[in-house]
């Protein structure tokens, strides 16, 4: 059973840098598939952010491409998220997930809320 | 690069069928087989309901189908149960397959 979660501080400063890590179990990520990191505002939908391929191959939302760096981990079985110059706008729950054969996300951690604020 | 369009609320009473549409344009829905449909109950994850168009994982209830037309994709769910009441968002890659929309989302009311 593939499991995902979701760890990091709950509290970011505007202008800092916001870091996730994703630990996940039941699956190698060196394996296969693709890792990916999707946000959603409180009351607001889904945005994804990045996504990286077990090769290593890495794929951003153009509108967040200046500010997001995804990376994985293979001795830990964990991939990353960090994202730079926070604001309030990025303030939501951030999750993790696995992708399938193509762009479709198979598995989701639980998400953790990430509050940018002073 | 802008979000697929759905329409933000749908509802209908138990048993009886619903369709959600997800708009998008030649350069996602329209070029790729590769839209998705999540579900998302409050609290909760989303989850995977429908991938590649018209494919569903294991688990899924056969009450839950995809299809797609052009730019258009449409999620239909048949026999409506009060569970089925939840948030449903589309998703489709885009570009040059390279990254990934999702739509706006549509809350979907069982009656």
């Known amino acids: 059973q593939v499991q995902l979660h979701e760890s990091g501080p709950g509290l970011v400063k505007p202008s800092e840098t916001l870091s996730l890590t994703c630990t996940v179990s039941g699956y190698s990520i060196s394996s296969g598939f693709y890792w990916g990191w999707i946000r959603q505002p409180p009351g607001k939908g889904l945005e994804w952010i990045a996504s990286i391929f077990h090769s290593g191959s890495t794929f951003y939302n153009p509108s967040l491409k200046s500010r997001v760096a995804i990376s994985v981990d293979t001795s830990k079985n964990q991939f990353s998220l960090k994202l730079t110059s926070v604001t309030a706008a990025d303030t939501a729950v951030y999750y993790c997930?696995?992708?399938?054969?193509?762009?479709?996300?198979?598995?989701w951690g639980q998400g953790t809320l990430v509050t940018v604020s002073s | 690069q802008s979000a697929l369009t759905q329409p933000p609320s749908a509802s209908e009473s138990p048993g009886q069928s619903v369709t959600i549409s997800c708009t998008g344009t030649?350069?996602?829905?329209?070029?790729?087989?590769?839209v998705s449909w999540y579900q998302q109950h409050p609290g909760q994850a989303p989850k995977l309901m429908i991938y590649?168009?018209?494919k569903r994982p294991s688990g899924v209830p056969d009450r839950f189908s995809g299809s797609k037309s052009g730019s258009t994709a449409s999620l239909t769910v048949s026999g409506l149960q009060a569970e089925d009441e939840a948030d449903y968002y589309c998703?489709?890659?885009?570009?040059?397959?390279?990254?990934?929309?999702f739509g706006g989302g549509t809350k979907l009311t069982v009656l």
């Open positions: 030649s350069s996602d829905v329209g070029a790729y087989n590769h």
């Open positions: 590649e168009v018209n």
């Open positions: 997930a696995r992708g399938g054969s193509t762009w479709f996300l198979s598995y």
């Open positions: 998703s489709s890659p885009a570009g040059s397959n390279n990254y990934v929309l």
